[in-house]
């Protein structure tokens, strides 16, 4: 086979390869992480809840973060947002800060009884302390805000 009569097919299927729909593959539904998510139903998502919060609600400190809270009359379960403030840093500094805080929140959720909505808004620390103290932390303010 001579090299001209091999590039158009290596063209045609290079093309092909880099023309395919992106597709995020779908787990099945008894995959074994699944419920461990951070469900919508869980989270403050639009800026009037977090203003709501921030008006009205009560705020309570722990060596990483400070907890903003108000109670809530609808809804069975507890709402919680995130918020970290450019002056802590980067976004690759911030971003880190968000997910570790959101991760330590989650597996404390199941303490979270009563309808609250509830904001994070995390320190420097963060980014330093030791993930367990991070949840030893994330216990003590919610038990702070009464939700347990």
């Not at 090299?3 to 593959?25: Q, Y």
């Not at 203003?51 to 709402?79: H, K, L, M, Q, W």
């Not at 991760?103 to 979270?112: D, F, T």
Request: aromatic share 8%; net charge positive.
């Amino acid at each position: 086979m001579s090299l001209a009569a091999a590039a158009p097919r290596a063209v045609g299927s290079l093309l092909l390869a880099t023309k395919r729909p992106f597709a995020t593959p779908t787990s099945p539904k008894n995959d074994s992480s699944a419920g461990f998510g951070f469900p919508k139903a869980s989270r403050l998502l639009k800026r009037p809840e977090f203003r709501r919060v921030y008006d009205n609600g009560s705020r309570t400190s722990v060596p990483s973060f400070a907890v903003f809270y108000i109670a809530r009359e609808d809804g069975d379960s507890p709402r919680v947002g995130f918020t970290v403030s450019k002056a802590l840093g980067k976004s690759v500094d911030r971003n880190k800060m968000r997910r570790r805080l959101r991760e330590a929140v989650r597996l404390e959720l199941w303490r979270m009884s009563k309808p609250m909505d509830l904001v994070f808004h995390p320190r420097r620390s963060v980014l330093t302390v030791e993930f367990e103290q991070l949840r030893r932390d994330v216990v003590k303010g919610l038990a702070k805000c009464g939700t347990s």
